[in-house]
């Protein structure tokens, strides 16, 4: 079955203090792994998709990489506009639209 | 470009009545999914219409239904509602070009919050 842990469940940081969060993930055929910000009161945003082990994609002061089993979004000195929930999600293949989400990470960044 | 458009916003039902979500998905894509938001199980999946055929289905009880019309844009209706319906339900499109084109990137919609009293 396919499946997505996220951790951890909430973090803390404060502005400039640099951290990742972890996506552990079992699919049987990825076709993309996927990271969502979401924000209060509104729908998930695209931040990153990955394909393939080894892939890293950068955003301003997100970094998102994988490898075979597991998934980081590194985020680098921080802001508070960056404190959200992030979201992580596999897509297998022939699922179309189905995506399996993780619980999410609650990142809140304190000046 | 305008960006995947859900009415109402917010609503509230009755245990036993019956709700209908509008998705109007962005111009051009043909796939329509929809999801369940809750505190205690995340997004889970619903289920997903591409050209007005329910391609995928999640694990959810029959009372939870949907259509897509032939313009692409969604419905998904709840009947006989339950106190554990209350959730913000997201609708998601996509252009879905199909798997040799890469993975398939959904955009969302701001949600429709249900409260069932």
């Known amino acids: 079955e396919d499946q997505v842990t996220q951790s951890p469940e909430a973090l803390r940081l404060q502005e400039g203090e640099s951290s990742s969060l972890n996506c552990s993930y079992t699919v049987s055929g990825l076709r993309g792994l996927f990271w969502y910000r979401q924000d209060p009161g509104k729908g998930p945003e695209f931040l990153f998709t990955?394909?393939?082990a080894g892939e890293e994609k950068e955003k301003e002061r997100l970094k998102a990489t994988l490898t075979k089993k597991e998934s980081f979004l590194h985020i680098t000195a921080p802001k508070p506009e960056d404190s959200a929930t992030y979201l992580c999600?596999?897509?297998?293949?022939?699922?179309?639209?189905?995506?399996?989400f993780g619980q999410g990470t609650e990142l809140s960044v304190k000046p | 470009k305008a960006g995947v458009t859900q009415t109402p916003r917010y609503l509230i039902k009755t245990r036993g009545q019956q709700v209908t979500l509008s998705c109007s998905p962005i111009?051009?894509?043909?796939?329509v999914s929809w999801y369940q938001q809750t505190p205690g199980q995340g997004l889970q999946f619903l289920f997903e219409y591409f050209s007005e055929t329910q391609r995928n289905k999640g694990n959810f009880p029959g009372r939870f239904s949907g259509r897509q019309f032939s313009n692409s844009r969604s419905e998904m209706n709840v009947s006989t509602l339950e106190l554990g319906d209350s959730a913000l339900y997201l609708c998601?499109?996509?252009?879905?070009?199909?798997?040799?084109?890469?993975?398939?990137?959904?955009?969302f919609g701001a949600g429709s919050r249900l409260t069932v009293l």
């Open positions: 111009s051009g894509h043909r796939s």
């Open positions: 990955l394909y393939s």
């Open positions: 999600a596999v897509q297998g293949y022939n699922q179309g639209g189905k995506l399996i």
């Open positions: 998601a499109s996509s252009l879905d070009a199909g798997p040799s084109s890469g993975a398939n990137v959904l955009t």
